[in-house]
Structures are given as C-alpha cells and as structure tokens.
C-alpha cells in the first residue's frame, strides 16, 4: 500500500533528522509548513533548547501582504537576525522531510541573505 504525503514526510524527517543535529557552536534551523503558515527556529539539540524562532504568525510578519514564498523569505530574514543578535553565524538547516522547493527554498535563501551560513 502506497504511503500518504504525511507518512512519507514523516520518514524523510527521520532520515533527515539522523544526520542533522544542532549543537551550541553550530545549532540545527527546524522548519515547518502548514497550508497557510511557516515557522522557523534554532534548536540547540545537546541541551534541547530553542535559542530563537520566527513565523509568518509575528506582528511586523503578518501585517504584509504578499504572497506565501515572499513571506517564507521574511521570515527566514527575521530568523537570521535574531540568530545573529543571539552570536550564532553557521547553523544546520533541516527542511522537516519538505522538498528543498518553493516556500522552505524561500526561507532558506532569506536566511543566507540576512547573513546566516550553512
């Protein structure tokens, strides 16, 4: 029997998730996509502590109107910036079992404009 999307995100997440791991020089950058929202944050794994997060849901995020890849680099923009007020340069990028593609392609390159290197 065939697998639906979410089965088959679900173990590409897994395989994706044995290698990526964020550690405090280097912390992992989880996305998540929803129909019509993303999030974004910097996860130290050793400690398991969130250091930063943004998402479409933030006050100066929502008030834009423009459409949902142009959103996705916004928050991938605000994401670098707390990352970068916080110390961190160089993370681990985990697209959560998404295809590198559209919105989490926008995130990431907003992410890398903003100065955040991986």
Known sequence: MALTKYERRIRIKSRIRKIVSGTATRPRLAVFRSNKEIYAQIVDDVT?????????????????????????????KAIA??????????????????????????????????????
């Open 48 to 76: 398991g502590v969130t250091i930063s997060a943004a998402s479409s849901k933030d006050k100066e995020i929502s008030s834009v109107k423009a459409t949902k890849v142009e959103v996705a680099k916004l928050v991938g």
């Open 81 to 118: 910036e707390k990352a970068m007020k916080a110390g961190i340069e160089t993370i681990a990028f985990d697209r959560g079992g998404y295809l590198y593609h559209g919105r989490v392609k926008s995130l990431a390159e907003g992410a890398r404009e903003a100065g955040l290197k991986f």
